[in-house]
């Protein structure tokens, strides 16, 4: 059974920074394609940031160059660093696994999801 557990949200003032966490209990993680993605009410689940097996990234332009993923394989964690964070950024935050792989830094589909860490930002 895969778990992935996020933490880390909370609520912060515009241009602040918070850091989310997803630990993952799955001993093949390093293999996988992992992406953060956020929801909020009205709109679809849109992808934020993905890490392939190779350690390539992807980062949408709505968070390129203020938000930053990287993935400790050792502890079997996976991070979101946001910074710069700015209202339109208030979203249910969610790390998922995609078991192939994935390739040049984007994930094709995903096999497991967190339930989610909320990030609210007040401007």
């Known amino acids: 059974q895969v778990h992935l557990t996020e933490s880390g949200g909370g609520s912060v003032q515009a241009g602040g920074s918070l850091r989310l966490s997803c630990e993952i209990s799955m001993a093949t993680y390093s293999s996988y394609c992992m992406g953060w993605l956020r929801q909020t009410p009205g709109k679809g689940r849109e992808t934020i940031a993905t890490?392939?097996?190779?350690?390539?990234?992807n980062y949408d332009d709505s968070v390129k160059g203020r938000f930053t993923m990287s993935k400790d394989n050792a502890k079997h964690i996976l991070y979101l660093q946001m910074n710069s964070l700015k209202p339109e950024d208030t979203a249910m935050y969610f790390c998922?696994?995609?078991?192939?792989?994935?390739?040049?830094?984007?994930?094709?589909?995903?096999?497991?999801w967190g339930q989610g860490t909320q990030v609210t930002v007040s401007s």
């Open positions: 890490i392939d097996f190779s350690g390539a990234t």
């Open positions: 998922a696994a995609d078991a192939s792989g994935g390739t040049g830094g984007h994930c094709y589909g995903y096999n497991y």
